[in-house]
């Protein structure tokens, strides 16, 4: 699991955000209900307790 991200926001989908932390951006999918309250495109944004599925990891 991945206990939090914390970075700017890059962008929003309809199904997940682009988190970009240290210059890496994370594609991170979630409830439309935790979308609606990241805010806006470049500002900082924290995430916590992310389960993460490392069968899905390429």
């Known amino acids: 699991m ?3 991200l914390h970075g700017k926001l890059e962008s929003l989908g309809s199904d ?3 988190i970009n932390v240290a210059g890496i951006g994370f ?3 979630m409830p439309t209900s935790t979308l609606s309250t990241l805010g806006k495109i470049g ?3 924290k995430l916590i307790n992310l389960p993460f599925n490392f069968s899905t990891f390429t």
């Open 43 to 45: 500002e900082e944004v």
């Open 16 to 18: 997940g955000a682009t």
């Open 27 to 29: 594609q991170v999918y």
């Open 2 to 4: 991945i206990a939090s």
